[in-house]
């Protein structure tokens, strides 16, 4: 069996469907003792890290969050195999860029603060925003054009 390292502050609830072939051995963010681990998922705070990893003994592979991982060579003697996270992130910032244009573009930001507000009557404010095409459908007001 595989002893993987992870930080301590992962919920339990993310890790309870993991597969029981892996022993998942929680690190806490400044270790008293010597932890045995195969693998390490290295914290994404350098500071954490340092902290961490003079108490890893046995490690073999060092799997990092993020893409560059040039700086962190030098801390991993030749025999660590260090993955970095390339393409792990593509599709969620892809789908966050998306969601923060079409939250721009509808205005999402207002009509949340609107509803914080809990300004039930700030529709008079939104169609100052928007135009009637002279269906059932709004279409935002360009002010440039106008």
Same mark, same amino acid.
């Given at each position: 069996?595989?002893?993987?390292? /992870?930080?301590?502050?992962?919920?339990?609830?993310?890790?309870?469907?993991?597969t029981?072939?892996v022993?998942?051995?929680? /690190?806490?963010?400044?270790?008293?003792?010597?932890?045995?681990?195969?693998?390490?998922?290295?914290?994404?705070?350098?500071k954490?890290?340092r902290?961490?990893?003079?108490?890893?003994?046995?490690?073999t592979?060092?799997?990092?969050?993020?893409?560059?991982v040039?700086?962190?060579?030098?801390?991993?003697?030749?025999?660590?195999?260090?993955?970095?996270?390339?393409?792990?992130?593509?599709?969620?910032?892809?789908?966050?860029?998306?969601?923060?244009?079409?939250?721009?573009?509808?205005?999402?930001?207002?009509?949340?603060?609107?509803?914080?507000a809990?300004d039930?009557?700030?529709?008079?404010?939104?169609?100052?925003?928007?135009?009637?095409?002279?269906?059932?459908?709004?279409?935002?007001?360009?002010?440039?054009?106008?």
């Amino acid at each position: 069996m595989v002893r993987v390292g /992870i930080q301590e502050s992962i919920s339990l609830v993310l890790l309870q469907d993991f597969t029981r072939e892996v022993e998942l051995v929680r /690190i806490p963010d400044e270790p008293e003792g010597n932890i045995e681990v195969e693998m390490w998922i290295a914290p994404a705070s350098l500071k954490v890290l340092r902290r961490q990893l003079p108490h890893l003994r046995g490690l073999t592979v060092v799997q990092a969050l993020w893409a560059g991982v040039d700086l962190l060579q030098p801390l991993f003697p030749p025999h660590v195999t260090l993955c970095d996270g390339q393409g792990v992130h593509d599709i969620p910032t892809a789908e966050w860029v998306v969601a923060a244009i079409l939250a721009m573009q509808k205005y999402l930001p207002f009509y949340f603060s609107l509803q914080q507000a809990e300004d039930w009557a700030g529709r008079r404010q939104a169609e100052q925003l928007y135009r009637h095409n002279g269906s059932d459908r709004w279409l935002r007001f360009d002010r440039e054009s106008h």
